[in-house]
């Protein structure tokens, strides 16, 4: 299983993935699933994949190999907008499912899901969630984040703090402990975590970090948030009709 996140601000975007992939408990390997496309100053994209790895890993080779082409369909140096960028990708998904598909289902599902974000010089920054179909829905200031993978443990922090307006720091920090949170109920989500930080029309990565589980900001920000919980759950009222029996039993 997989965990990834990405979150759209009015400053820029945030996106993670962790690193785990298994085939079994005895079976565990770490592969990286936020690969980049970038030519600084002038665009810059970022992919993050979760589902069948072989499925995902060619569609990233693909993209790779075909960048600077001339394959207009599918050279994403070749694309005009982000829109434009997120057909390539679908449609390469759609080639490796057209070719592989059959062979990989006897043995299990061959598709593959992914976050897609960035920006072009001359176009706002942008981020989508790519189906195993190949279409893709897009967040807005009103949905601001996308999530693929193992996506419910991480999803109610991300539905209380998340907005448009939120800062690069503090949709780092969410989205860290959106991670926490998975990693807490979902052992095949784990690090080290991917987390690139991209500011608005900067056209390059900005901030990208290699989170380990010993990492001392994220070590610190989940023990405190931890701690943090447990205090606030302390000083909450018990429930009044149970605090209301207590006290007549009293």
């Known amino acids: 299983m997989t965990y990834c996140v990405g979150i759209l601000t009015r400053h820029g975007l945030v996106l993670a993935a962790d690193s785990r992939t298994n085939a079994g408990v005895d079976h ?3 592969v990286r699933k936020l690969a980049l496309f970038e030519r600084p100053g002038e665009r810059i994209m970022a992919l993050l994949s979760a589902g069948n790895l072989a499925t995902t890993q060619a569609v990233v080779t693909l993209l790779g190999q075909r960048l600077g082409g001339g394959q207009g369909t599918q050279d994403l140096d070749a694309a005009d907008t982000m829109f434009d960028a997120a057909r ?3 449609a390469v998904l759609r080639e490796v499912i057209r070719h592989d598909g059959e062979h990989v289902q006897p043995h299990g599902d061959p598709g593959g899901s992914f976050l897609f974000g960035g920006q072009l010089a001359g176009g706002r920054h942008r981020l989508f969630l790519i189906y195993p179909a190949g279409n893709f829905i897009e967040a807005t200031p009103e949905t601001p984040f996308l999530q693929i993978g193992e996506t419910k443990y991480g999803k109610p922090i991300l539905d209380r703090v998340i907005t448009y307006e939120a800062s690069l720091p503090a949709a780092a920090k969410c989205a860290l402990l959106s991670f926490d949170a998975t990693m807490r109920s ?4 784990a690090p080290p975590i ?3 930080c991209y500011r608005a029309d900067s056209l390059r990565a900005d901030v990208r970090v290699d989170i380990r589980e010993t990492d001392p900001y994220f070590a610190g920000l989940r023990a405190q948030f931890g701690e943090g ?3 606030l759950f302390d000083r909450l009222p018990a429930p009044v009709w149970i605090a209301a029996d207590a006290a007549a039993a009293d």
Do not use: W
Not at 186 to 189: C, D, I, K, M
């Open 229 to 231: 919980m447990l205090e």
């Open 194 to 196: 991917d987390l690139l």
């Open 88 to 90: 390539m990708v679908g």
């Open 28 to 30: 565990i390997a770490t």
């Open 186 to 189: 979902n052992l095949s989500v």
